[in-house]
């Protein structure tokens, strides 16, 4: 089992930036694939990105392609998505997740940190 915390949200102007943080505990977080989904209010939860155990494979959403990147930290056991030329329509709660392999649903991800609310206003 594997714990997680995120940080890193706020309010923040449109294109601005923001680095967000997923810390991990627990059972090794280098065995796990990460990934940060969001949601927005009325909405269902969307997949972000997603990095595998080593960082070789990552897969981003279309909506967030050149503008925000997943990396992660298997020493520190924490990953990071960094979000720049922030949007309105980025505004949503933040979550990270930790499962076996890369991918886009949320039911292929066992575990959950509780999210951290970014906001970005126009």
């Known amino acids: 089992q594997v714990q997680l915390v995120e940080s890193g949200g706020g309010l923040v102007q449109a294109g601005g930036s923001l680095r967000l943080s997923c810390a991990a505990a627990?059972?090794?977080?280098?065995?796990?694939?990460m990934a940060w989904f969001r949601q927005a209010p009325g909405k269902e939860r969307e997949f972000v990105a997603a990095i595998s155990t080593t960082g070789g494979r990552i897969s981003y959403a279309d909506s967030v392609k050149g503008r925000f990147t997943i990396s992660r930290d298997n020493a520190k056991n924490t990953m990071y998505l960094q979000t720049n030329s922030l949007k309105p329509e980025d505004t949503a709660v933040y979550y990270c997740a930790a499962g076996t392999f890369v991918r886009v649903g949320p039911d292929e991800y066992k575990y959950w940190g509780q999210g951290t609310q970014v906001t970005v206003s126009s």
């Open positions: 627990g059972r090794a977080f280098s065995t796990y694939a």
